[in-house]
């Protein structure tokens, strides 16, 4: 497993009951998750001073409680980036901070590559993978079908000093998005994807993971350059093996010399030897 154990700024300080308990910079929160099935607490006495608990309702969604006044948003640095978090429906803050270990990776390849890289981030979140090469010094296009996240990660590329890079933003459905792409006869050198399991599109298109992924990366090859670096896929889906997307990599890109690396990724606790799985990628590199 890969652990993103390079943060300063954020750390879990305990985990039960379905529960983490998180330092986002200078505030708590407990958030639920799904791979917490253990009862124990390891440090009890912390979980009294979280300044927020996200707490699901047994009919669907869920919402924030506070025990202290919150800003609307603060910011979290990792090495030399910065994100701007809120906390938002459906327990979100804007951050998966397990993805820093996908980060790393990526400025690694780019900065060694000694060529100019044009990367493409589809189902771009808010932007930590921008980000993160935008300061590595490729180029990015970075899509997503959500205008406010869109508008998120332009927030947290200024905040990063970083606006002044070659990035375009787009708000569109992905795959409409890179069948124009071929059709323009555009290609990128590295590709980074992470898709929802399920999802609708600007104009209500339906995606659902495992009906539709095979279809993208397939379309995607279609607009890798000659030299292509990497090709990402990370996932969350449940019922998924890592495994699996290692397959769909090495069917679509067995004309590619390089290798495939598939596995978790995960956050550690601190003062314990305690990991959080928090998802799955796929890797192929040049």
């Not at 099935?37 to 309702?57: D, G, H, L, Q, V």
């Not at 298109?205 to 095979?214: A, H, M, P």
């Not at 679509?252 to 690396?261: D, Q, S």
């Amino acid at each position: 497993m890969n652990i993103a154990k390079n943060w300063k700024d954020y750390e879990i300080l305990d985990m039960a009951n379905g529960e983490k308990l998180e330092r986002w910079g200078g505030f708590t929160l407990i958030r639920p998750d799904p791979q917490i099935i253990w009862k124990e607490k390891s440090f009890p006495e912390k979980w009294t001073r979280a300044n927020a608990t996200y707490t699901r309702s047994k009919t669907g969604g869920g919402a924030w409680s506070y025990k202290n006044k919150l800003p609307a948003s603060w910011q979290i640095k990792y090495k030399n980036l910065t994100f701007n978090i809120k906390p938002m429906g459906f327990k979100h803050t804007g951050l998966f901070p397990e993805q820093a270990v996908n980060w790393d990776w990526m400025i690694d390849k780019i900065r060694n590559a000694k060529r100019q890289i044009k990367v493409l981030n589809l189902f771009a979140y808010t932007g930590g993978a921008t980000v993160a090469c935008l300061s590595a010094g490729a180029s990015v296009c970075h899509v997503d079908s959500s205008k406010g996240m869109v508008a998120w990660a332009k927030e947290n590329v200024i905040s990063s000093k970083l606006e002044d890079r070659s990035v375009r933003y787009i708000v569109d459905d992905v795959i409409k998005f890179v069948g124009r792409e071929i059709r323009r006869g555009n290609t990128y050198d590295a590709i980074i994807m992470d898709p929802p399991s399920y999802g609708r599109g600007t104009s209500g298109e339906v995606w659902q993971f495992e009906e539709n992924i095979s279809e993208l990366v397939e379309l995607c090859i279609k607009v890798l350059s000659n030299k292509p670096l990497f090709f990402l896929i990370n996932s969350y889906t449940t019922g998924i093996s890592a495994e699996v997307l290692g397959n769909i990599l090495k069917i679509n890109l067995k004309k590619c010399k390089g290798k495939i690396v598939s596995g978790e990724i995960g956050l550690p606790m601190t003062n314990s030897n305690l990991i959080l799985p928090c998802g799955i990628y796929g890797r192929w590199e040049e």
